[in-house]
């Protein structure tokens, strides 16, 4: 048995059979003179195999939500582009050497050429340029890639790393668990295995040569570790886990089509926290409320600034897939550990990034971002029941000048005709000790406030969110958090406006139970949460967890705390109600 540590980006535990997805190097292509009169067949050579990759392309965009649809259709664009085909037609007639050798050259060329642009947008469709036509020169030489395609149903991929098109491909496909080399806990990949409860793990390098495909593994997404060939014991060991997992997952699936109810009746909302139109229709799965945090910047992570009209699409998805059910947008909360490829953006020069220009500071610094965001959204409000919320307030000001150029849009759109929604409440996070020390005064500015415990707990406690040497300091139920958020939620009960939870903190049992002590009773988590939350609100009466307010009030330290709420949790659970 061998076992390695790798970095969890999705948890779950699993076992099965390897998969390894080879590193694929293209064969060097060789300057072949066309033999006279085979011009017109060799082009045809070339016509079917921009076929096929015509409608690969075609078949992911048909399969996939509408942001990866809109990077596919893009792909079937540049295969289609009447000048680029005039070119490479051209030249094959002119030069008479094979296909394969003139799309290469050509792709090559048209991408230097956008490369040398200096153009973020123009240098990234060269590296599409180069992917799109070099699909088309695989098919060309009928190359037998082992491709995703090739990845059996049930298997654990390890791989080096995978593309776009490789995740989409893989959410389909249903995969025990993924192993990267390179990968990020931010990726798409990465929050595609998580809402779809996929354990992921990366960091194993060099992983060709360490895992065979058919070996056994086990992947433990909770901790990161990986069994090669396990031995006996672990593998009997984790069988039980997997076994446990298994078991909780059937008792919890009863819970997703219920109301979530304390065990007296009283009402609390469970919304989905999400990062793209397509995780909507799992939220709805799993019994969301409606979607409490639309985290947008994941949109803009994958592609950089992306047009109103792409944002349009994406929203009006959204909103059309919740109905009549809430759903609050955030807007572009970039920066920080959510790096964007904004043109004349430069994070990295950054000495402390998590305090530098990032999310509503940099929105207001680029109004012409923030507007296209508003204009999009304000477009898409009339399909459903949509809220905007504003991150990382420090300053009741921001909040003022955002109001702003939301009016700005809204006249823009009222003199072009163009339908949207009067009253779209406009909310705010509370992620900050400043919003929630000032939380009297911003409720009378905010229709609604979301807390965002993972920062507020950041920059409440001084301790970088993703920092694993000082990972042990973090912990949202520390007495300062604790304060913060009593008194946010007494300033949102005394001007009467909607207060909910969207960090992590919500999706921790014993942690919601602390915050519905506080007199909160609305909460956003990821979809997979949702069902543990509703079975554990059943085993408890309003009084008893109003009883916590107590514990939650006074300065005690996060570990006694925790202890007692641990205490708490079983033995209300074994006992029944006391
Ligand atoms: C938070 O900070 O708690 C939050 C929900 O926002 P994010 O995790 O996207 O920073
Ligand atoms: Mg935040």
Same mark, same amino acid.
């Given at each position: 048995?061998?076992?390695?540590?790798?970095?969890?980006?999705?948890?779950?535990?699993?076992?099965?059979?390897?998969?390894?997805?080879?590193?694929?190097?293209?064969?060097?292509?060789?300057?072949?003179?066309?033999?006279?009169?085979?011009?017109?067949?060799?082009?045809? *050579?070339?016509?079917?195999?921009?076929?096929?990759?015509?409608?690969?392309?075609?078949?992911?965009?048909?399969?996939?939500?509408?942001?990866?649809?809109?990077?596919?259709? +893009?792909?079937?664009?540049?295969?289609?582009?009447?000048?680029?085909?005039?070119? /490479?037609?051209?030249?094959?007639?002119?030069?008479?050497?094979?296909?394969?050798?003139?799309?290469?050259?050509?792709?090559?060329?048209?991408?230097?050429?956008?490369?040398?642009?200096?153009?973020?947008?123009? $240098?990234?469709?060269?590296?599409?340029?180069?992917?799109?036509?070099?699909?088309?020169?695989?098919?060309?030489?009928?190359?037998?890639?082992?491709?995703?395609?090739?990845?059996?149903?049930?298997?654990?991929?390890?791989?080096?790393?995978?593309?776009?098109?490789?995740?989409?491909?893989?959410?389909? *496909?249903?995969?025990?668990?993924?192993?990267?080399?390179?990968?990020?806990?931010?990726?798409?990949?990465? $929050?595609?295995?998580?809402?779809?409860?996929?354990?992921?793990?990366?960091?194993?390098?060099?992983?060709?040569?360490?895992?065979?495909?058919?070996?056994?593994?086990?992947?433990?997404? !909770?901790?990161?570790?990986?069994?090669?060939?396990?031995?006996?014991?672990?593998?009997?060991?984790?069988?039980?886990? $997997?076994?446990?997992? =298994?078991? #909780?997952?059937?008792?919890?699936?009863?819970? !997703?089509?219920?109301?979530? *109810?304390?065990?007296?009746?009283?009402?609390?909302?469970?919304? =989905?926290?999400?990062?793209?139109?397509?995780?909507?229709?799992?939220?709805?799965?799993?019994?969301?409320?409606?979607?409490?945090?639309?985290?947008?910047?994941?949109?803009?992570?994958?592609?950089?600034?992306?047009?109103?009209?792409?944002?349009?699409?994406?929203?009006?998805?959204?909103?059309?897939?919740?109905?009549?059910?809430?759903?609050?947008?955030?807007?572009?909360?970039?920066?920080?550990?959510?790096?964007?490829?904004?043109?004349?953006?430069?994070?990295?020069? #950054?000495?402390?990034?998590?305090?530098?220009?990032?999310?509503?500071?940099?929105?207001?610094?680029?109004?012409?971002?923030?507007?296209?965001?508003?204009?999009?959204?304000?477009?898409?409000?009339?399909?459903?029941?949509?809220?905007?919320? @504003?991150?990382?307030? +420090?300053?009741?000001?921001?909040?003022?000048?955002?109001?702003?150029?939301?009016?700005?849009?809204?006249?823009?759109?009222?003199?072009?005709?163009?339908?949207?929604?009067?009253?779209?409440?406009?909310?705010?996070?509370?992620?900050?000790?400043?919003?929630?020390?000032?939380?009297? #005064?911003?409720?009378?500015?905010?229709?609604?406030?979301?807390?965002? !415990?993972?920062?507020?707990?950041?920059?409440?406690?001084?301790?970088?969110?993703?920092?694993?040497?000082?990972?042990?300091?973090?912990?949202?139920?520390?007495?300062?958090?604790?304060?913060?958020?009593?008194?946010?939620?007494?300033?949102?009960?005394?001007?009467?406006?909607?207060?909910?939870?969207?960090?992590?903190?919500?999706?921790?049992?014993?942690?919601? /139970?602390?915050?519905? !002590?506080?007199?909160?009773?609305?909460?956003?988590?990821?979809?997979?949460?949702?069902?543990?939350?509703?079975?554990?609100?059943?085993?408890?009466?309003?009084?008893?967890?109003?009883? /916590?307010?107590?514990?939650?009030?006074?300065?005690?330290?996060?570990?006694?705390?925790?202890?007692?709420?641990?205490?708490?949790?079983?033995?209300?659970? @074994?006992?029944?109600?006391?």
């Amino acid at each position: 048995m061998n076992t390695f540590q790798g970095i969890s980006a999705s948890g779950g535990i699993a076992k099965g059979k390897a998969f390894v997805l080879p590193v694929y190097t293209r064969k060097s292509i060789e300057k072949i003179p066309l033999e006279p009169g085979t011009a017109a067949s060799d082009w045809e *050579r070339f016509e079917k195999a921009r076929q096929k990759t015509l409608e690969y392309f075609q078949s992911l965009i048909d399969q996939t939500n509408s942001r990866q649809a809109a990077i596919f259709q +893009t792909y079937v664009l540049m295969l289609s582009d009447p000048d680029f085909l005039g070119q /490479l037609k051209k030249e094959h007639a002119e030069q008479s050497v094979c296909a394969e050798w003139i799309v290469e050259n050509k792709a090559k060329e048209y991408a230097d050429m956008l490369r040398s642009s200096g153009d973020s947008y123009l $240098i990234e469709r060269a590296e599409d340029i180069l992917d799109v036509y070099g699909k088309v020169i695989d098919n060309l030489m009928g190359d037998v890639q082992v491709s995703c395609e090739s990845v059996p149903e049930g298997a654990i991929l390890a791989a080096r790393f995978l593309s776009p098109s490789d995740a989409v491909f893989l959410s389909k *496909r249903k995969l025990t668990a993924v192993i990267l080399d390179k990968g990020a806990a931010n990726s798409h990949l990465a $929050i595609l295995a998580r809402t779809y409860g996929i354990p992921l793990v990366f960091g194993i390098h060099d992983i060709e040569s360490l895992i065979r495909t058919e070996d056994v593994l086990i992947v433990d997404g !909770s901790n990161g570790m990986i069994f090669v060939n396990p031995d006996e014991k672990t593998s009997a060991e984790y069988d039980k886990k $997997i076994a446990g997992e =298994a078991a #909780e997952r059937e008792k919890l699936a009863a819970f !997703s089509a219920k109301a979530a *109810r304390t065990k007296d009746g009283i009402a609390v909302k469970i919304y =989905a926290n999400i990062g793209s139109a397509e995780e909507a229709r799992l939220a709805l799965e799993e019994g969301a409320d409606g979607i409490g945090l639309f985290r947008t910047e994941f949109l803009f992570m994958q592609s950089g600034l992306i047009s109103e009209e792409r944002q349009f699409e994406e929203y009006r998805s959204v909103l059309e897939i919740m109905k009549d059910k809430p759903v609050v947008i955030r807007t572009l909360d970039a920066g920080g550990d959510k790096i964007v490829d904004i043109p004349g953006v430069s994070f990295e020069e #950054e000495k402390n990034p998590l305090l530098g220009c990032r999310a509503i500071r940099l929105c207001l610094k680029m109004p012409d971002i923030f507007k296209t965001q508003f204009r999009a959204l304000f477009r898409a409000s009339v399909y459903g029941s949509l809220k905007i919320m @504003l991150p990382l307030i +420090t300053d009741i000001e921001q909040v003022r000048e955002a109001k702003a150029l939301i009016e700005e849009v809204k006249a823009e759109l009222k003199a072009e005709h163009i339908p949207f929604k009067e009253d779209v409440p406009v909310g705010i996070m509370i992620e900050t000790p400043a919003a929630a020390i000032m939380a009297d #005064e911003l409720a009378k500015e905010a229709a609604f406030f979301s807390i965002g !415990s993972n920062d507020l707990t950041q920059y409440g406690l001084c301790v970088d969110r993703e920092n694993a040497q000082t990972a042990g300091l973090f912990n949202e139920l520390h007495p300062a958090i604790r304060r913060l958020i009593v008194q946010t939620a007494k300033a949102a009960q005394k001007e009467e406006i909607p207060l909910s939870v969207c960090g992590e903190m919500a999706a921790d049992k014993a942690r919601m /139970l602390v915050l519905m !002590s506080a007199g909160i009773n609305s909460f956003s988590v990821s979809p997979k949460k949702i069902a543990s939350l509703k079975e554990c609100l059943s085993h408890f009466t309003a009084e008893q967890i109003e009883a /916590l307010k107590d514990w939650t009030e006074s300065p005690m330290d996060a570990h006694s705390l925790q202890e007692k709420l641990n205490a708490f949790l079983s033995g209300t659970h @074994l006992n029944g109600a006391q």
